[in-house]
C-alpha cells in the first residue's frame, strides 16, 4: 500500500469519527454536503456546530 492509500484511509477513519460525534451531545448531525448561507443560517450553523470549515467564494 502507498502513501497516498494510507493517508486517505487514515482521514476516512477520522472523518467516521468526527461524524460520529457531531450527533452525540445534543447537537444535530452535519449534513454532510456543501451548504449555501446567508448571515442568519451562518449564525445559527455556528451556534448548533461549534466547528465548522468555511470556503467562501465571490461570483
Not at 449534513?31 to 461570483?59: Q, Y
Amino acid at each position: 500500500m502507498g502513501w497516498d492509500e494510507e493517508l486517505k484511509q487514515i482521514r476516512e477513519k477520522k472523518l467516521k469519527k468526527l461524524m460520529g460525534r457531531a450527533g452525540k451531545g445534543g447537537q444535530k448531525a452535519m449534513p454532510g454536503k456543501p451548504m449555501e448561507l446567508n448571515a442568519t443560517s451562518f449564525r445559527e450553523l455556528i451556534r448548533a456546530h461549534p466547528i465548522v470549515v468555511v470556503d467562501c467564494w465571490a461570483s
